[in-house]
């Protein structure tokens, strides 16, 4: 653009353009920082670890192969010496979303974000999402161990 052609741009037109362009970048930059395709399809994320009684908890996110469908959360669990147990509590967009793990009498509830993803219950050594209690996954060795290796 010339001088001459900037004057015949109105300023507030100009401002309109800068902002457009400005939150266009903003939101691509958001977009792919949350999506993370520079981490390859397979790779686990260590989200926290917790302690209820002889129950060991520790909950992992793994890159799906899926652009759309980036992320699956994993919850492990280990009573005492047993070996680990995982269960696929989430699928989502987010990288690394805030995950707490909170006890009432015999059940552990696990949220994600602010929202109920699931329910393990101690006595029974189940997970359930709202449903049927979910098949869990036996893992070899320590989380995230070979569950994070099948896709």
């Known amino acids: ?32 920082w949350e999506l993370h395709p520079w981490v390859p399809a397979g790779q686990a994320h260590f989200l926290g670890n917790w302690q209820f009684g002889d129950c060991e908890f520790q909950v992992w996110q793994r890159k799906n192969p899926d652009a759309f469908e980036p992320f699956a959360d994993g919850l492990f669990v280990r009573h005492g010496d047993h070996p680990w147990r995982a269960f696929c509590f989430d699928i989502q967009d987010s990288y690394s979303p805030r995950v707490s793990l909170r006890q009432r009498q015999n059940e552990i509830i696990i949220d994600c974000g602010g929202e109920n993803r699931g329910v393990y219950d101690m006595t029974a050594r189940t997970f359930r999402r709202g449903g049927p209690a979910i098949t869990p996954t036996m893992v070899t060795g320590d989380p995230p161990g070979d569950w994070w290796l099948k896709p």
Do not use: H
């Open 1 to 32: 653009m010339t001088a001459r052609t900037m004057r015949k741009i109105p300023p507030i037109l100009l401002a309109l353009v800068v902002a457009v362009a400005a939150f266009v970048v903003t939101a691509g930059a958001w977009l792919v």
